[in-house]
Nanobody, 124 residues
Framework: QVQLVESGGGLVQAGGSLKLSCVAS????????VGWFRQLSGKERGFVAA????????YLADSVKGRFTISRDTAKNTVYLQMNSLKPEDTAGYYC?????????????????WGQGTQVTVSS
Protein backbone atom coordinates (compact mmCIF):
# COMPACT_ATOMS: atom_id res chain seq x y z
CA GLN A 1 0.00 0.00 0.00
CA VAL A 2 1.28 3.44 -0.96
CA GLN A 3 0.14 6.53 0.90
CA LEU A 4 0.60 9.81 -0.94
CA VAL A 5 0.72 13.27 0.60
CA GLU A 6 0.71 16.43 -1.50
CA SER A 7 1.85 19.86 -0.42
CA GLY A 8 2.79 23.21 -1.90
CA GLY A 9 -0.54 24.53 -3.09
CA GLY A 10 -1.71 28.05 -2.42
CA LEU A 11 -2.86 31.35 -3.83
CA VAL A 12 -0.70 33.02 -6.47
CA GLN A 13 -1.15 35.81 -8.99
CA ALA A 14 -1.25 35.09 -12.69
CA GLY A 15 2.27 34.73 -14.04
CA GLY A 16 3.56 33.42 -10.74
CA SER A 17 4.98 30.03 -9.78
CA LEU A 18 4.28 27.22 -7.35
CA LYS A 19 6.04 23.94 -6.69
CA LEU A 20 3.96 20.99 -5.59
CA SER A 21 5.42 17.99 -3.80
CA CYS A 22 4.16 14.44 -3.49
CA VAL A 23 5.74 12.21 -0.88
CA ALA A 24 5.11 8.48 -0.67
CA SER A 25 5.00 6.60 2.61
CA UNK A 26 4.48 2.95 3.28
CA UNK A 27 6.74 2.00 0.40
CA UNK A 28 8.87 3.67 -2.25
CA UNK A 29 7.83 4.74 -5.71
CA UNK A 30 10.10 2.09 -7.21
CA UNK A 31 8.40 0.29 -10.07
CA UNK A 32 5.65 2.89 -10.28
CA UNK A 33 4.55 5.66 -12.55
CA VAL A 34 3.56 8.83 -10.72
CA GLY A 35 1.14 11.34 -12.14
CA TRP A 36 -0.40 14.69 -11.35
CA PHE A 37 -4.02 15.39 -12.09
CA ARG A 38 -6.25 18.38 -11.46
CA GLN A 39 -9.93 18.75 -10.84
CA LEU A 40 -12.45 21.51 -10.54
CA SER A 41 -15.50 20.97 -8.37
CA GLY A 42 -18.10 18.97 -10.26
CA LYS A 43 -15.78 18.19 -13.15
CA GLU A 44 -13.73 15.19 -14.13
CA ARG A 45 -10.16 14.79 -13.05
CA GLY A 46 -7.80 15.86 -15.85
CA PHE A 47 -4.27 14.74 -16.60
CA VAL A 48 -1.42 17.16 -16.03
CA ALA A 49 1.85 15.22 -16.03
CA ALA A 50 3.42 11.84 -15.35
CA UNK A 51 6.89 10.49 -14.66
CA UNK A 52 8.36 7.03 -14.83
CA UNK A 53 10.07 6.64 -11.45
CA UNK A 54 12.71 4.20 -12.66
CA UNK A 55 13.83 5.85 -15.89
CA UNK A 56 12.72 9.41 -15.32
CA UNK A 57 10.91 9.83 -18.62
CA UNK A 58 8.06 12.31 -18.50
CA TYR A 59 4.80 13.11 -20.24
CA LEU A 60 2.98 16.44 -20.02
CA ALA A 61 -0.45 17.55 -21.11
CA ASP A 62 -0.37 19.96 -24.05
CA SER A 63 -2.01 22.65 -21.94
CA VAL A 64 0.95 22.81 -19.57
CA LYS A 65 3.91 22.08 -21.84
CA GLY A 66 6.53 24.79 -21.60
CA ARG A 67 5.13 25.97 -18.27
CA PHE A 68 5.10 22.93 -15.96
CA THR A 69 7.84 20.45 -15.22
CA ILE A 70 7.57 17.11 -13.41
CA SER A 71 10.62 15.69 -11.67
CA ARG A 72 11.61 13.28 -8.95
CA ASP A 73 14.07 13.01 -6.09
CA THR A 74 14.78 9.35 -5.51
CA ALA A 75 16.57 9.99 -2.22
CA LYS A 76 13.53 11.76 -0.81
CA ASN A 77 10.96 9.48 -2.46
CA THR A 78 9.27 12.63 -3.73
CA VAL A 79 7.81 13.79 -7.01
CA TYR A 80 7.56 17.49 -7.81
CA LEU A 81 5.41 19.55 -10.12
CA GLN A 82 7.02 22.90 -10.87
CA MET A 83 4.39 25.26 -12.20
CA ASN A 84 5.51 28.49 -13.87
CA SER A 85 3.62 31.20 -15.75
CA LEU A 86 0.44 30.21 -13.97
CA LYS A 87 -2.88 31.23 -15.44
CA PRO A 88 -6.29 31.59 -13.79
CA GLU A 89 -7.45 28.53 -15.74
CA ASP A 90 -4.84 26.48 -13.84
CA THR A 91 -6.94 26.95 -10.71
CA ALA A 92 -7.98 23.51 -9.42
CA GLY A 93 -7.36 20.87 -6.81
CA TYR A 94 -4.15 19.06 -7.73
CA TYR A 95 -3.82 15.39 -6.98
CA CYS A 96 -0.83 13.07 -6.98
CA UNK A 97 -1.42 9.49 -8.07
CA UNK A 98 0.65 6.34 -8.53
CA UNK A 99 0.25 3.20 -10.57
CA UNK A 100 2.32 0.05 -10.67
CA UNK A 101 4.29 -0.42 -13.84
CA UNK A 102 6.10 1.74 -16.35
CA UNK A 103 3.48 3.40 -18.48
CA UNK A 104 3.01 7.15 -18.69
CA UNK A 105 -0.75 6.92 -18.60
CA UNK A 106 -3.04 9.93 -18.80
CA UNK A 107 -6.16 7.99 -17.83
CA UNK A 108 -6.84 8.50 -14.11
CA UNK A 109 -8.65 5.17 -13.93
CA UNK A 110 -5.31 3.41 -14.45
CA UNK A 111 -3.90 4.80 -11.21
CA UNK A 112 -4.25 2.78 -8.03
CA UNK A 113 -3.22 5.22 -5.32
CA TRP A 114 -4.26 8.81 -4.74
CA GLY A 115 -3.39 11.60 -2.37
CA GLN A 116 -5.89 13.95 -0.74
CA GLY A 117 -5.02 16.84 -3.02
CA THR A 118 -3.75 20.37 -2.64
CA GLN A 119 -5.57 23.48 -3.83
CA VAL A 120 -4.00 25.85 -6.34
CA THR A 121 -5.72 29.18 -6.92
CA VAL A 122 -4.43 31.63 -9.52
CA SER A 123 -5.84 35.13 -9.36
CA SER A 124 -6.03 37.41 -12.39
Amino acid sequence: QVQLVESGGGLVQAGGSLKLSCVASGRTFAGHTVGWFRQLSGKERGFVAAIDWSGGSTYLADSVKGRFTISRDTAKNTVYLQMNSLKPEDTAGYYCAARQGRGLAANPQLYNYWGQGTQVTVSS
